[in-house]
């Protein structure tokens, strides 16, 4: 496996939320090219990008940056959720994208992406950000889901910081299929 740091910004302080649209939308062509450099590599079965912000998650460094890992074995969450793919139907997240558009738990939409608390939410705050076509990584979306991605991304994670005095402590993890 793998594991690389991805700098947002020159700036000391900050997260994803704190870029510009330029910024954000340069950082979503990085995790998409890594991602597509990362799954090429002999023994890599999945590529996970994520942010984590605020001390209360662990964060050590207040530098605004991501990590993406490349893993030698699909993570059991992933394989949980295989399992329950082929339990199901092989459209089982267009289904779930689905029913939640047409919930009252939408938080943002746009053209390429829907933003919902998702039914029976684990955590206190949780937001899934789903494409509305079936992608199975960063890498294959296209050029207008990734320029639409970069506001929306933005506005969901200013949002969420707008609902305490502090920034809110957080974990955004990209799950991509293996």
């Known amino acids: 496996g793998r594991c690389e740091v991805v700098c947002f910004s020159p700036e000391h302080s900050g997260s994803f ?3 510009g649209p330029t910024r954000a939308r340069t950082v979503i062509e990085a995790w998409a090219d890594r991602t597509a450099a990362l799954s090429a590599l002999p023994g890599v079965a ?3 990008p994520f942010e984590n912000r605020g001390e209360a998650i662990g964060v050590t460094l207040p530098h605004p940056h991501g990590q993406i890992y490349a ?3 699909v993570t059991p969450r992933t394989q949980r959720t295989r399992d329950a793919v082929a ?3 092989p459209d089982l997240f267009a289904r779930i994208l689905d ?3 047409a919930s009252s738990r939408v938080v943002l939409e746009g053209e ?3 933003a919902f608390v998702p039914f029976a939410a684990r955590w206190p705050i949780e937001v899934h950000l789903l494409p509305h076509r079936h992608v199975a990584d960063l890498a294959e979306t296209s050029a207008a889901e990734r320029d639409e991605l970069s506001p929306l991304y933005l506005r969901l994670l200013r949002g969420v910081d ?3 005095d502090t920034p809110t402590p957080y974990i ?3 799950h991509q299929a293996p």
């Open 17 to 19: 939320g704190t870029l």
């Open 46 to 48: 999945q590529v996970f």
């Open 71 to 73: 893993y030698p074995y």
């Open 87 to 89: 339990r199901t139907s």
């Open 99 to 101: 029913t939640e558009r």
């Open 112 to 114: 390429h992406w829907t």
């Open 162 to 164: 707008a609902l305490y």
């Open 172 to 174: 955004a993890a990209w």
